[in-house]
């Protein structure tokens, strides 16, 4: 199992606030990745990282914010909530070079009422 | 645009019977990577094939890839129950190590 853990793992909250999805691995991974995944669907990029102080957007455009201010955090942040942002968040790492294989969290759901 | 495409989008077996899910993609790739991912958790890495590989076995896996064909497949011989999840194909295109998930693949083992 990998060792990369996500919190809250679970979080219902009302529209218009400001929410922090954390992230931490114990790897030493250099690159950090955020996906956005509805039910039965495909993951989506929507943030990442190749290493501390380097972030990019993904694929698909979010209204959400990351940081990475150290190797092991990568934080994800959306400063209004909305329900269009209901999903599950996925955070996953991989070694920057040479090993493309990537590790996931268990996911954080997220419901917006 | 998606990459990766598997096929069948479900896929239902009794305990025991082999379990065959093909991936197709559409660009160049560096290598593709199947995953599992089970209900309401993250994704778990199954195995890797680079585009100068043709089969790989892990265990009771065996993945293909037929590069002028654009696709791949995933063979789980003597399915358990405890296979049932989702699978996803993944590509990598590019220096970057960006991954291109499909949608997944449904497995149900009957047990």
């Known amino acids: 199992e990998a060792d990369i853990y996500q919190t809250p793992r679970y979080l219902v909250i009302g529209t218009g606030k400001k929410i922090t999805l954390e992230c931490s691995q114990t790897m030493g991974h250099d690159k950090m990745y955020w996906y956005q995944q509805d039910p039965g669907m495909e993951l989506h990029l929507i943030h990442y990282s190749y290493g501390v102080n380097s972030t990019e957007k993904g694929d698909l455009s979010s209204e959400s914010t990351v940081s990475r201010i150290r190797t092991e955090h990568f934080p994800l942040t959306l400063e209004s909530a909305r329900p269009s942002h209901t999903s599950q968040y996925l955070c996953a790492s991989s070694e920057y070079i040479g090993q493309e294989t990537q590790y996931f969290g268990p996911g954080t759901r997220l419901l917006v009422l | 645009s998606q990459q990766g495409e598997e096929d069948p989008q479900a896929l239902s077996i009794q305990e025991g019977e082999n379990a065959t899910m093909n991936c197709s993609y559409k660009?160049?790739?560096?290598?593709l990577q199947w995953y599992r991912q089970n209900s309401g958790r993250g994704l778990v890495h199954l195995i890797l094939?680079?585009?100068?590989?043709r089969e790989k076995h892990s265990g009771r896996l065996r993945v293909t890839l037929d590069t002028s064909k654009k696709s791949s497949s995933l063979l789980i011989t003597a399915s358990r129950a405890a296979d049932t999840a989702s699978y996803f194909c993944?590509?990598?295109?590019?220096?970057?190590?960006?991954?291109?998930f499909g949608k997944g693949i449904t497995l149900s083992v009957r047990p």
């Open positions: 660009t160049s790739i560096n290598n």
């Open positions: 993944a590509t990598d295109a590019g220096a970057n190590s960006k991954l291109t």
């Open positions: 094939i680079r585009s100068n590989e």
